[in-house]
């Protein structure tokens, strides 16, 4: 069965950096999109990123963009979200979610982001 | 940016009854394909969003048939037949037909 497995997350000041690892299993990872998409706590969903199933085309939300950087390895079912100078507002949980078409089909648990001092 | 508006935030329900969620979006979401790219979600207490509908009034696997979703254009409904309890959780609805995806405000349904 389809599984996504985030990890990553964690306690990080203002201004410093994280990298989220997505690990995809029971389905060929290198034949879907997939996307990031955040839930700050006791709020509603909001969109990050996007990546093709090659990597080739890549999008970001504006709240991010020039900051966070999605890649994936397809050799090791792996999509990744490197995340610099992070704010306070981008305290959330961070999600995976693979894309079929342009749905997500199937999220993982999601990870925990805390920006504080 | 499309803006994705749902309507009610909040729906109490009593058991075995319908209930029924509009969204709305600020422009079309026709894609230049010809399909429209319209999601619905549902976030049960403490767990992530799962998929229920796509492409306005597709049931994703393992979806029950009581869920159900129209609509075309801007304006689009999820309507659940007989409400049970364990629909109990926030749906959002969602667009993919332009980047940047968004999502609506998310409908909170709970039991009476």
């Known amino acids: 069965q389809v599984q996504l497995v985030e990890s990553g997350g964690g306690l990080v000041k203002p201004g410093g950096s994280l990298r989220l690892s997505c690990a995809a299993s029971g389905f060929t990872f290198s034949d879907y999109y997939m996307s990031w998409i955040r839930q700050a706590p006791g709020k509603g969903l909001e969109w990050v990123s996007y990546?093709?199933?090659?990597?080739?085309?890549?999008y970001y939300a504006d709240s991010v963009k020039g900051r966070f950087t999605i890649s994936r390895d397809n050799a090791k079912n792996s999509l990744y979200l490197q995340m610099n100078s992070l704010r306070a507002e981008d305290t959330a949980v961070y999600y995976c979610?693979?894309?079929?078409?342009?749905?997500?089909?199937?999220w993982g648990q999601g990870t925990l982001v805390t920006v504080s001092s | 940016d499309i803006v994705m508006t749902q309507t009610p935030l909040s729906s109490p329900v009593t058991l075995g009854q319908p209930a029924s969620i509009s969204c709305r979006s600020s422009q079309s979401l026709v894609h230049s394909d010809g399909n429209t790219y319209l999601s619905w979600l549902q976030q049960r207490p403490g767990q992530p969003p799962r998929l229920l509908i796509y492409?306005?009034?597709n049931r994703f696997s393992g979806v029950p048939d009581r869920f159900s979703g129209s609509g075309a254009g801007t304006d689009f409904t999820l309507k659940i037949s007989r409400v049970e309890a364990e629909d109990v959780g926030v749906y959002y609805c969602m667009q993919a037909t332009q980047f940047p995806w968004t999502f609506g405000q998310g409908t909170k349904v709970e039991i009476k």
């Open positions: 492409k306005i009034s």
């Open positions: 990546i093709s199933s090659s990597g080739s085309t890549i």
């Open positions: 979610a693979r894309v079929t078409d342009f749905w997500s089909d199937y």
